[in-house]
């Protein structure tokens, strides 16, 4: 049975996480949660799965936590703050740490988690994209593994089984479009926050959404790829296939090509990092061909989703400029999730704080060089929407 600490645990990915574990009492249970702010889920996921150790991300909450809790025995460990979760990650009795935190907060809870000898089932993305010069080495010096928890790098993952080293030749990253994708690219200057939220085929946190409709996502996922794969990026591509049935596709050096079907569902790529390598039976729904009837496949309109570029760009010049294109675009969806500023000012906003930093770059970042470029890059996003209004246009 595999003990799991849990971060991100009020979230798409930790709840998803906790419905797997509670289908699998046998395999599978919870010694640490960690959560962002939500009291009242938190406390009802820790009376369920009687952790040893619980975090909220938010310190002044720990005294609601606490008084919510105060019948539960016995008692696990509370803690608050960054320093809360990162005790999380480490715990001593976790043998897999599941990092279901969005954005750049997860990077020193998962290099925590590394640093103690735990394996990680990595559904936080940033955590390569920002921190990946650091990360892979303390991957390769603590000897953990680092597996894929989210639908596309489990699926290219679960294709590399058995291929010969050498034998990859290109890898094919499908993407849904998101709630745009059949929207004209000369109507996107009025769409809503609410428009943005509606995905056509998944049901994701609110900033993943928005990723998914600007295609900074899978931008984000040509990084994560480039440093999971080890693969140029001129070797990796991304194509539009509006069913999610496809979650990727590699192709092998004699032009064979494998491909991991299965529902737009992202229990899969938890159940299968967390089980690694066997494969556990479950009673989900079969996936039906003759139902999906047809699959489709179309190239990226670059126009529409000018994202994609700034993430290839930011990815070819390395050292910190990945984690600042990262944190930009988390600094901007925020600004345009609160009403900010509009929908196409996502791009515009990242653009040109990746263009600042340019003469800043180093070739090997250090964990403090990532994190300042990281901090550097938020402000830089406010600064310009506060002194530039007639170039970001708020409202």
């Given at each position: 049975m595999k003990a799991i600490s849990l971060l991100g645990s009020t979230g798409s990915i930790g709840t998803q996480t906790l419905d797997i574990?509670?289908?699998?009492?046998?395999?599978?249970?919870?010694?640490?949660?960690?959560?962002?702010?939500?009291?009242?889920?938190?406390a009802q996921?820790?009376?369920?799965?009687?952790?040893?150790?619980?975090?909220?991300?938010?310190?002044?909450?720990?005294?609601?936590l606490k008084a919510t809790l105060a019948d539960l025995s016995p008692q696990p460990l509370l803690l608050a703050g960054e320093e809360g979760v990162i005790e999380v990650a480490r715990y001593s009795e976790a043998d897999v740490v599941v990092t279901g935190i969005v954005g750049c907060a997860g990077l020193l809870p998962t290099i925590a988690a590394i640093e103690a000898g735990k394996d990680i089932a990595l559904a936080n993305?940033?955590?390569?994209?920002?921190?990946?010069?650091?990360?892979?080495?303390?991957?390769?010096?603590?000897?953990?593994?680092?597996?894929?928890?989210?639908?596309?790098?489990?699926?290219?993952?679960?294709?590399?089984?058995?291929?010969?080293?050498?034998?990859?030749?290109?890898?094919?990253?499908?993407?849904?479009g998101g709630a745009f994708r059949d929207l004209p690219v000369e109507k996107?200057?009025?769409?809503?926050?609410?428009?943005?939220?509606?995905?056509?085929?998944?049901?994701?946190?609110?900033?993943?959404?928005?990723?998914?409709?600007?295609?900074?996502?899978?931008?984000?996922?040509?990084?994560?790829?480039?440093?999971?794969?080890?693969?140029?990026?001129?070797?990796?591509e991304i194509v539009i296939h509006p069913q999610s049935i496809i979650h990727s596709m590699i192709e092998l050096q004699d032009t064979s090509v494998l491909a991991q079907l299965g529902w737009a569902d992202m229990r899969l790529p938890l159940l299968y990092a967390l089980s690694y390598p066997e494969r556990i039976d479950t009673n989900w729904e079969p996936l039906d061909l003759v139902k999906v009837g047809s699959l489709t496949f179309r190239e990226p309109d670059h126009q529409k989703y000018p994202c994609m570029k700034l993430a290839y760009a930011a990815g070819r010049a390395g050292g910190c400029m990945p984690a600042v294109l990262n944190a930009a675009n988390e600094q901007?969806?925020?600004?345009?999730?609160?009403?900010?500023?509009?929908?196409?000012?996502?791009?515009?906003?990242?653009?040109?704080?990746?263009?600042?930093?340019?003469?800043?770059?180093?070739s090997h970042p250090t964990l403090d060089d990532i994190v300042s470029a990281d901090q550097w890059a938020r402000k830089e996003v406010l600064a310009t929407c506060h002194e530039h209004p007639s170039v970001i246009s708020v409202g």
């Open positions: 574990v509670t289908h699998h009492p046998d395999q599978f249970r919870i010694v640490g949660l960690a959560a962002g702010s939500n009291v009242e889920m938190l996921q820790i009376r369920q799965f009687q952790p040893a150790i619980a975090a909220i991300c938010e310190g002044k909450k720990l005294p609601d993305k940033e955590t390569l994209i920002a921190g990946g010069p650091v990360v892979l080495p303390l991957v390769q010096k603590h000897g953990v593994k680092l597996l894929p928890a989210d639908s596309e790098h489990s699926a290219i993952f679960q294709c590399l089984q058995g291929v010969p080293e050498r034998g990859l030749r290109r890898i094919l990253l499908t993407a849904s996107l200057e009025q769409v809503t926050v609410a428009d943005a939220l509606k995905h056509p085929n998944w049901s994701m946190g609110r900033k993943i959404t928005i990723d998914s409709a600007t295609l900074m996502n899978k931008g984000l996922e040509v990084i994560e790829a480039h440093f999971l794969f080890g693969m140029d990026y001129d070797q990796i901007a969806v925020a600004l345009f999730l609160e009403e900010r500023i509009r929908f196409l000012d996502i791009p515009r906003l990242i653009e040109q704080v990746c263009d600042r930093y340019q003469i800043h770059n180093c």
